[in-house]
């Protein structure tokens, strides 16, 4: 009989399988209607400015909020940890790895009249 722990699974999104790119997933906290975070595949040596300038605007640009954010005000968080990105160096130089999780939340914004959606 097999048990879960005898179980050997094999990964099929590997960092090589994204042709030079990994996966970052980024989320914005109390806006719900982004019910999970996003999966970008994303060279390492890509800017982190690079995606709050012209990726997030695409992903999360249309909510109302959006055109509201401070962004030096902004609070990120890397596996739930206080994370301090420099939006001049890479991801790489920002220790973000394959299939790493970061979330920002946007203070003095909620959702949409204050609901979290």
């Given at each position: 009989m097999t048990t879960p722990q005898d179980y050997?699974?094999?990964p099929k999104?590997?960092?090589?399988?994204?042709?030079?790119?990994?996966?970052?997933?980024i989320g914005w906290e109390d806006h719900l209607?982004?019910?999970a975070p996003f999966a970008f595949p994303f060279p390492p040596a890509m800017r982190f400015g690079d995606?709050?300038?012209h990726v997030l605007p695409a992903a999360f640009g249309y909510h109302p909020d959006f055109a509201k954010i401070d962004w030096p005000a902004a609070q990120w968080f890397k596996?739930?940890?206080?994370f301090?990105?420099?939006?001049?160096?890479?991801?790489?130089?920002?220790?973000?790895?394959h299939k790493d999780v970061i979330r920002f939340r946007t203070p003095g914004l909620t959702g949409i009249k204050g609901s979290f959606s």
């Open positions: 050997q699974g094999i999104d590997t960092v090589d399988k994204f042709h030079g790119n990994q996966l970052l997933y209607m982004f019910c995606i709050v300038s596996s739930g940890q206080p301090s990105p420099d939006f001049d160096r890479s991801l790489a130089e920002n220790g973000l790895g």
